[in-house]
């Protein structure tokens, strides 16, 4: 049967799928646009599965902060030029508000979260049929700052990259002069500096386990009594480097990023501390 022009262009704007695979979805479905926009769904799901192994070293990292609260993804492709696309960009929206609303903790909760008539992972498979390439969801959280505290965030200018801290304040107004400032500095710092950990004990221990090995060998032909100060001593050194709030901060002459928040906080009037934090770069 012949169709409607008009009918292959809504089908198109809906489903961003080409002209000739709208043209064929409702010949199939006798110019039924609803039965075409399942076929041509359908379609999008098969391509999906059969580019779910392909590399996908491309792709974004964001974030979205709503009032005592913030989401970051990191949501990956085949090309670089993908990232520009206008339904990957409204499949980022999607998913932020998504892991905002579900205040998920993981990537697995946000692509089982509700997306229209299905889940997050449906939009995805639905892109992949869109753009012809391998796209994935790879990681997900949302944080909270405590009653009365604030949020900071920052990404990165090539999207590659972003932070989002949650900050705990006690006699400051979370709108105390340098305090939302010193919370997206922080996540400035973080994209910069690649902390491991906001706190020592979330130091990964396979991660501290090979580095003692390696201080260990390095220090086996020191004299035994000056071993164990010698091993603690790069310990701490390690932990400097890796432990957000003992990082030198990177923007000044402020020392750490503890004691430029500290300053910050005092200059407000309190006092101010790291309640939640996570850090995303693309691919690790």
């Known amino acids: 049967m012949a169709i409607d022009t008009k009918l292959i262009k809504e089908l198109r704007e809906k489903t961003g799928m080409g002209i000739t695979n709208c043209k064929k979805a409702l010949e199939e479905a006798d110019g039924d646009c609803g039965r075409a926009e399942m076929i041509l769904r359908k379609q999008g799901l098969d391509k999906a599965a059969k580019k779910a192994d392909r590399p996908t070293g491309q792709g974004v990292v964001a974030v979205k902060v709503d009032g005592d609260r913030a989401a970051m993804i990191e949501l990956a492709c085949e090309q670089e030029p993908t990232t520009n696309n206008g339904r990957f ?22 692509n089982g979260a509700k997306s229209g008539d299905g889940v997050i992972a449906d939009s995805v498979k639905e892109l992949i049929g869109v753009v012809g390439e391998n796209v ?3 990681k997900a959280i949302t944080i909270a700052a405590p009653v009365g505290g604030v949020i ?4 990165h200018f090539n999207k590659k990259a972003g932070a989002i801290v949650a900050l705990k304040l006690d006699g400051v107004g979370k709108d105390g002069d340098g305090i939302k400032i010193a919370a997206n500095d922080i996540c400035l710092h973080a994209v910069a500096a690649r902390p491991l950990a906001w706190r020592r004990d979330d130091i990964p221990p ?13 220090i086996k032909n020191k004299p035994e009594q000056i071993r164990d100060k010698i ?5 701490e050194k390690f932990y400097a480097d890796k432990v957000l709030p ?20 005092k200059a407000a009037g309190g006092k101010a501390e790291i309640a939640a934090f996570a850090r995303f770069e693309l691919g690790l």
């Open 231 to 235: 091993l603690n001593g790069k310990i």
């Open 246 to 265: 003992e990082q030198l901060f990177v923007k000044g002459l402020e020392g750490t990023v503890k004691e430029m928040l500290d300053a910050a906080a």
């Open 206 to 218: 396979d991660i501290l386990a090979k580095e003692k090995e390696v201080f260990m060998e390095e």
């Open 152 to 155: 900071g965030s920052y990404v």
């Open 136 to 138: 994935q969801l790879r």
């Open 89 to 110: 960009l409204a499949l980022v929206a999607l998913a932020l508000d998504a892991a905002l609303s579900e205040n998920v903790s993981n990537v697995d909760q946000l």
